[in-house]
């Protein structure tokens, strides 16, 4: 049975999702195995795909690699980058192979299946997920002409706050003073609850799921989308626990959509105030994951540092993963319309919020010369609230992602970067060696190696974490022997990457076989059985 294709002509709904995640557990059964973490209030299962040889061990004993996609809603192309990644895992080749034999991989294509499911059925505009609410005179999104999308609205009014875009009237730009008319209002298509004539505003409460990650969490006065407290959507709340019952996650990526770009910790800290070597860590696999990706290497700090804003993220996801579990972690933004019509991100972080605006000319003109559907023409229609206006504009999930047809190179170079952060891994090997004495005695010395590209704390702010368990060697004697040690199991503390070393050894009395085992949460564990004593 041959692997599913991914299909890069289309964005991926739940049910396509599913289809993917079953046909490719159908076809490699004995690496692939996927569940539910949680159910979403809409009843949709939160899937996590678990991917690794079990000729080696099951995945809790092996180093654990995280991958999720589409926190966000609107943001479908994450899932393409997550679906490519399991799918390459189950190509059978040397490399990939000998990583699933140290490796597990988890991977979560779709972390907010109902708000993606929203984005795209609807076009609604929704972060990961809108609660309505009713106030006097506000906007609820709603298709209201049946062509099953909520487009935008757009109305003339003398004092309104928008204009034409200069070189296409089909664009709105927010009004400046030197603006000549005429001068519109623009709002989402729906409906007003309680109009009142004036204008209606949009009064959903939004809640941004990557403001929801306990690190430096801040109340929605200082951060909108924050929710009421860490964890608060019943996803998140699900996916966090997840993640604390699996201590064997040592490296964790985040997919998003945006202006393109690498990312790593921290959100809210200058490297001056991280530990230096950790910076040098993450620049160094920052770097090559620049390189693997095409895309710029940025601190979520830096990426936010624009001409229009310098805000710190708070509970943003690289800061929980780094600061509070001590993981190495990145995201990675694949792109936008923007980035496919020609823009690069640093255009879009040094622009004014003007150059902003008038920026949008580039896309549409990449649109209808693609014929790619990112906008609709506007068109009259009668408001039953505000009477006449026009429904039309950006289609938001396509503006929000890159092209679908640049799919195919973005996922081979987010494959590549994702292959190589887990191949980092922390491994431990063991041998072992005994001597036997007078009397049926035998001492048995065991050597545990690190073999990874990272330590077994992997950061140093691991090693600061009681949570982050060091390496525990231990001998267990068989039927009818006697350990003459004080002691079975020894805590050797954290090991140094590549070759950091300890020796143990333990004395027994008796003929027989002994288990000697070696583990660390995010090294994994390392077995020699059947150490023969004679
Ligand atoms: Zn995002």
């Not at 393409?80 to 895992?89: D, E, F, G």
């Not at 400046?176 to 709002?187: I, T």
């Not at 090693?463 to 050797?492: F, I, N, T, Y």
Request: hydrophobic share 35%; with cysteine; charged share 25%.
């Amino acid at each position: 049975m041959p692997l599913p294709d991914l299909d890069f002509a289309r964005f991926y709904d739940h049910a396509a999702i599913t289809d993917f995640l079953t046909a490719l557990a159908e076809t490699r059964p004995e690496l692939v195995c996927v569940h539910p973490i949680t159910s979403t209030p809409e009843a949709r299962p939160l899937l996590v795909a678990e991917i690794t040889d079990p000729a080696t061990g099951p995945a809790a004993d092996k180093p654990g690699y995280l991958v999720h996609a589409n926190i966000h809603a609107h943001e479908l192309t994450t899932t393409h980058s997550a679906l490519h990644l399991a799918r390459t895992l189950c190509v059978p080749g040397e490399a990939v192979d000998a990583l699933l034999r140290k490796v597990a991989f988890y991977v979560i294509p779709r972390l907010n299946p109902d708000g993606a499911e929203q984005a795209l059925k609807t076009n609604a505009s929704v972060r990961s997920r809108s609660y309505e609410r009713e106030e006097p005179n506000g906007l609820v999104q709603r298709d209201l002409d049946g062509d099953g999308q909520v487009l935008w609205m757009r109305w003339l009014d003398p004092d309104g706050d928008h204009a034409p875009h200069p070189d296409d009237p089909r664009l709105m730009i927010r009004r400046e003073p030197e603006d000549q008319g005429p001068f519109y209002r623009l709002v989402p298509e729906g409906e007003v609850r309680g109009a009142d004539g004036r204008t209606p505003w949009l009064s959903d409460r939004r809640i941004d799921w990557n403001r929801q990650w306990p690190a430096f969490w801040q109340p929605e006065h200082v951060q909108g989308g924050a929710g009421d407290f860490p964890f608060s959507e019943p996803e998140m709340h699900a996916v966090g626990r997840w993640v604390m019952d699996h201590p064997n996650l040592f490296g964790m990526m985040g997919l998003h959509t945006g202006g393109n770009g690498v990312l790593r910790p921290s959100a809210t800290r200058d490297d001056s105030e991280l530990d230096s070597g950790d910076v040098t860590l993450l620049r160094e696999v920052g770097a090559k994951g620049a390189e693997l990706t095409g895309f710029p290497l940025f601190s979520v700090r830096q990426y936010c540092t624009s001409y229009s804003s310098d805000a710190k993220l708070w509970g943003h996801f690289t800061d929980w993963s780094y600061e509070h579990l001590g993981v190495l972690s990145f995201e990675i933004e694949l792109g936008n319309l923007y980035n496919s019509a020609g823009q690069s991100t640093e255009d879009a972080r040094t622009a004014t919020p003007r150059q902003r605006d008038l920026a949008q000319i580039d896309v549409i003109r990449w649109n209808d010369e693609h014929g790619y559907g990112a906008f609709v023409d506007w068109r009259p229609f009668d408001h039953p609230q505000l009477g006449p206006v026009e429904l039309g504009g950006w289609v938001r999930y396509r503006l929000a992602n890159p092209a679908l047809g640049e799919l195919p190179k973005i996922c081979e170079g987010t494959d590549a970067f994702m292959l190589h952060h887990a191949g980092l891994a922390p491994h431990l090997e063991l041998r072992t060696d005994v001597a036997s004495f007078d009397g049926g005695v035998h001492r048995v010395r065991a050597e545990v190696v690190n073999t990874g590209a990272l330590p077994t704390q992997v950061t140093n702010q691991g090693a600061k974490l009681r949570s982050v368990r060091g390496v525990r060697v231990s001998l267990e004697p068989g039927e009818g022997m006697e350990l003459l040690s004080r002691v079975a199991v020894h805590d050797v503390g954290h090991l140094a990457k590549v070759c950091g070393k300890r020796e143990v050894e333990w004395f027994v009395r008796g003929g027989g076989e002994v288990r000697v085992t070696a583990g660390c949460a995010r090294a994994g564990v390392a077995e020699v059985d059947g150490v023969r004593l004679l």
